[in-house]
């Protein structure tokens, strides 16, 4: 089946920096990848998604990179706030099939 | 649009005992509903997959005898734990797929306990 790595498991920076998170997928049929968010005590919150048919992806201050040759992708927060503080979770699945979950980073960002 | 919402957000019970939590999407029909488990510090585990009206599959280490899932409707889905042991305890998320998208639309998740 799938296996999602996902690092770093940790990610402190100062506001204002940016912040790279990435992920490594081994099933070549997958082709959704969603990003998560999730606060303490909450369910995840969609970010920022790419299909397989898409390099990047941008909304605002967040952008998706996708090397299907590698397999791999990456978020992007650009111009961190306090509150893009919680953990960050990167997904992918083949289709409308089951999402399989990176490990998690606990993003931190510093005032 | 896209809400899901679960019932209820926390909840105790003694062990031995059995309990139910809710999945309802609120303003589209879920074909498919996903239950996770997800325990402190640790990612999401996909439990099982149901479509409205099926038998829900598990995912392989999960027992189905004591995860009962129904999913009668396309706007319900319901997770029962049966005979609750601590170890059961943990925070339990589901989601909704419309099958017209990939997205998949979270709850805002249960917290069990189990004392």
């Known amino acids: 089946g799938e296996n999602v790595e996902q690092h770093p498991s940790t990610l402190s920076v100062q506001e204002g920096d940016s912040a790279v998170i990435k992920c490594t997928y081994s099933d070549s049929a997958s082709n959704y990848f969603p990003w998560y968010k999730q606060e303490l005590g909450k369910g995840p919150q969609l970010i920022i998604d790419?299909?397989?048919?898409?390099g990047e992806k941008k909304d605002q201050r967040i952008a998706v990179t996708l090397n299907k040759t590698a397999k791999h992708f990456s978020l992007h927060i650009t111009e961190t706030q306090p509150e893009d503080s919680a953990v960050y979770f990167c997904?992918?699945?083949?289709?409308?099939?089951?999402?399989?979950f990176g490990q998690g980073t606990i993003l931190t960002v510093h005032p | 649009g896209a809400v899901v919402s679960q019932h209820p957000s926390w909840v105790i019970c003694k062990s031995g005992t059995s309990v139910k939590i809710e999945c309802r999407s609120l303003?589209?029909?879920?074909?498919?509903m996903f239950w996770y488990r997800q325990f402190p510090k640790q990612s999401l585990m996909l439990m099982a997959t149901?479509?409205?009206?099926?038998?829900?599959?598990?995912e392989q280490g999960v027992e189905k005898d004591k995860f009962l899932i129904n999913h009668a409707s396309l706007t319900l889905s319901t997770l029962t734990v049966t005979s609750a042991h601590p170890e059961d305890s943990s925070f339990y998320i589901c989601?909704?797929?419309?099958?017209?998208?990939?997205?998949?639309?979270f709850g805002p998740g249960t917290r069990l306990t189990v004392t």
């Open positions: 997904a992918a699945s083949v289709g409308y099939g089951k999402l399989t």
């Open positions: 303003d589209f029909q879920a074909t498919t």
């Open positions: 149901s479509n409205e009206g099926s038998k829900a599959t598990y």
């Open positions: 989601s909704g797929g419309t099958g017209r998208t990939y997205e998949q639309y």
């Open positions: 790419i299909r397989s048919n898409v």
